[in-house]
Each structure stands twice: as structure tokens, then as C-alpha cells.
């Protein structure tokens, strides 16, 4: 077998059906996610070990390979020809290779093609300050980022830099000069590309993940003198958020952090996909945007308190998530339960679904 030519047939084979996601397993056929429902391939072959293997050494450089090996999971971005990229994921399983590629969308769509919430427009105006995108994984969190980044490059004259591992979206020439590093590529972490960031006059920098203590650091101390930040977290509240982000401190650090993250803040969008009645799927989101109070709860250690507060500040452009569900069955977008199965809090959304 040709396993150059198959592996670029069955992704095309995925870009065609409109597969989010393609799975190489062994004992199973190629499988497809499509509208987060898992299909096997039908007509083709039962994989072995021996097809999964070559199919995913095809993937790989060599130095990718000698990386695998030595790690076991190797985690990168595949482009085919016709430039759709995939981020693709390769590991072990019972001693056989097996793999998971993403598709990445050639297209940046824009926040309003998404059906974000507008308020997300106030980042991309944004010249400084921390912001943060949330949720469970395969949730959207990458490319409601890329949107906003886009935005910025069609908008204004800003050196972008991004940190990503790996780089997923391409962000094409506008206005913006934009640099996109790829973390063991052209950098060797997060934080040492986030710190060499702040000597390259950049006006915005966007993370991928925030994924320890120093990079979280890093972070804040950039929006602190002058960028604009953003990246993602999985998290499933804007609280939760908040928890996250200071508990990786020592408690020394701790009253600190706060006192920095309450001046930096401008908002965490936590958001996850939710499927529409007429079977597509669309963003639900909890909003919270940093004004006086939220900063004064986390500077007290109030956290808590912060849900009190998104909800009794619409008018801001706030949201709880029990809301924008709400409002969402209210549209007739998604059907009520739905809304209960991604709500955190579903005895609370039961109450405000008997007052529609």
C-alpha cells in the first residue's frame, strides 16, 4: 500500500464529509467525527498495527519520530497540499500506534460568524490587559481566539506574536505584522517564548494554553506593562477560572496574584458548543467582564461572590451561562433539554425555563 497517497485520501475523504476530527485505531476502520458524532468509514479495511504504524510514521519528520519514541505521544500540525492544515496527535495504546487528527479550518471565521457574543469585539479593541478564553476541550476555545486575533489584523497596526503548541489557524498579511512561534519548533516552552516575547515589541501576544506557573506569571506581568494578552484554559466558569490561575502560586505569592489579576483582567469568555435544533452547533457562553466589584471580590479572596455579580450586570455585557442557554431555548435555537444537559447548574436553569 501506498501510505503517503492513503493517508492524504482519507483526510480528504474527512474535509469532504465535513469531519471535525479523523481516528486511525487499531482493530476499527478510519472513523470520522462529523457534528460530534463518531461514523466508521464504511468499505474500508479493518487497520492493524502494521497499517497504523506506517500511517502514522507517514505523518511524522524524522525528527518527529526519534521524538515519539522517546516520549511515547507526539503532539503536531500536518498540512496537505492543498494547505488544509490538521493538528494531529499520535500515541501508544497497547503497545500499537494510533491517531487522532483535527481539522483546521482554512477559513478564520469572524466573531459575529460564530455567533459569539458581541461583546467579544471589546477585546479586539483592546490596546492592554489579560483575556482569557474557557471551557472543556473541543469546544471552540482556539478558534473564538483566532477570531479575535484576526480582528485585530484587519483592524489595526499591531505586532502580533503568538506561542502555540501547535500553530493551528495561519493569520494571512493585513494590517498587522504578525509572528506565530511553535512551541518545541521554533521555541522550546510556552513561558521561555512568552518571556523572549516582551523584548520583541510586540503590541499583542496570544498563548495557546496557559499551562503553568510561570507562563500564568509571564502573562500577567506583560499585561501589566503594556500588551494585550489572551489565551485559553480549561475551565468551566469564569470562578473557576479565577481558582485556577492563583492556585498555581504558593500561598506567599497568592495575595499578590490577586492584586495583579484584579488590575489586568478584562474579561474570561467560558464557553462550550451546544448542538441547535436544525442539527448544527452554536457557542454558549458565561461572560464576565472585569469592572469595580469583580476586581474588588478577587483582590478580598471573594471569588465566590463573582457569580452574584455576572448576574446582576447585564447592562455591562455580562452573562451567566443559565442565561445565554436560556435565552437560546427562548429563541427557539436549541431545544430546553439541551440547555439542561450543558448546564452547571440545571435545577437553576429549570426555574428560568418555566418563566419563558
Known amino acids: 500500500m501506498d501510505f503517503s497517497r492513503e493517508i492524504s485520501r482519507l483526510l480528504a475523504e474527512a474535509i469532504q464529509r465535513g469531519a471535525s476530527d479523523l481516528h486511525l485505531s487499531v482493530g476499527y476502520p478510519p472513523v470520522l467525527r462529523v457534528n460530534k458524532r463518531l461514523v466508521e468509514l464504511e468499505g474500508e479495511k479493518i487497520l492493524d498495527s502494521l497499517d497504523t504504524e506506517a500511517l502514522a510514521l507517514e505523518l511524522m519528520t524524522e525528527p518527529q519520530q526519534a521524538k515519539f519514541l522517546k516520549e511515547k505521544d507526539a503532539d503536531f500540525a500536518y498540512e496537505l497540499e492543498d494547505k488544509t492544515r490538521f493538528r494531529v496527535n499520535i500515541f501508544l495504546q497497547r503497545g500499537c500506534y494510533s491517531v487522532a487528527l483535527r481539522v483546521i479550518p482554512s477559513q478564520i471565521k469572524t466573531i459575529d460568524d460564530l455567533n459569539l457574543p458581541p461583546v467579544l469585539h471589546q477585546f479586539s479593541q483592546a490596546k492592554q490587559g489579560f483575556v482569557l478564553i474557557t471551557g472543556p476541550t473541543s469546544q471552540g476555545k482556539s478558534t473564538s481566539l483566532a477570531a479575535i486575533i484576526d480582528e485585530i489584523n484587519h483592524q489595526r497596526c499591531e505586532h502580533i506574536i503568538t506561542v502555540e503548541d501547535p500553530i493551528e489557524y495561519i493569520f494571512h498579511k493585513d494590517k498587522c505584522l504578525i509572528n506565530q512561534r511553535e512551541v518545541y519548533g521554533d521555541t522550546l516552552s510556552f513561558s521561555r517564548a512568552l518571556k523572549a516575547s516582551l523584548r520583541e515589541d510586540p503590541n499583542v501576544i496570544m498563548v495557546g494554553e496557559m499551562r503553568d506557573l510561570e507562563t500564568i506569571s509571564t502573562a500577567i506581568t506583560a499585561a501589566e506593562t503594556g500588551h494585550l494578552v489572551l ?44 448542538p441547535r435544533i436544525d442539527g448544527d452547533f452554536m457557542p454558549a457562553c458565561e461572560i464576565m467582564l472585569n469592572n469595580a466589584a469583580v476586581a474588588n471580590l478577587i483582590r478580598e479572596n471573594k471569588v465566590h461572590e463573582i457569580p452574584s455579580v455576572i448576574e446582576t450586570s447585564g447592562q455591562f455585557g455580562m452573562n451567566s451561562l443559565n442565561k445565554y442557554l436560556a435565552d437560546l431555548v427562548a429563541t427557539g435555537a436549541i431545544a430546553p433539554e439541551t440547555a439542561l444537559r450543558y448546564s452547571l447548574s440545571p435545577e437553576e436553569l429549570k426555574t428560568r425555563l418555566k418563566r419563558l
Open 231 to 274: 489565551s485559553t484554559l480549561h475551565t468551566n466558569s469564569a470562578s473557576q477560572t479565577i481558582h485556577r490561575l492563583i492556585d498555581v502560586f504558593p500561598a506567599y505569592q497568592q495575595s499578590q496574584i490577586r492584586a495583579q489579576l484584579a488590575a489586568v483582567l478584562l474579561g474570561v469568555v467560558s464557553q462550550r458548543l451546544v
